[in-house]
């Protein structure tokens, strides 16, 4: 999940930077109308892509939870089993 996260993290980092930098060369050459155009249609996807990543990374923590819980409830079963038969489980 971390490395999920850090991944998103970085594309944005890079997505901002590669905006940044078409705005500054766009301003630079006069071109305002394009840009704007570009722009635009450049932010929609950014926040589509967003959503997309969310959902995504929301669905892999409510898939850790339901990991973490079946881990917890067999480590439970395993521990009942161990004591049945006189076995300290660490």
Do not use: P, W
Not at 8 to 27: F, G, I, N, S
């Amino acid at each position: 999940l971390e490395a999920i996260k850090r991944s998103h993290e970085q594309q944005l980092k890079e997505e901002t930077e590669q905006m940044r930098e078409d705005l500054l060369k766009k301003l630079q050459n006069g071109d305002h109308e394009s840009f704007y155009c570009k722009y635009r249609n450049d932010l929609e996807n950014l926040k589509t892509e967003i959503l997309e990543i969310t959902e995504k990374y929301s669905a892999k923590c409510l898939e850790n939870i339901s990991l973490e819980e079946k881990v917890n409830s067999l480590r439970h079963q395993l521990e009942e089993a161990h004591n049945e038969v006189g076995v300290k489980v660490q």
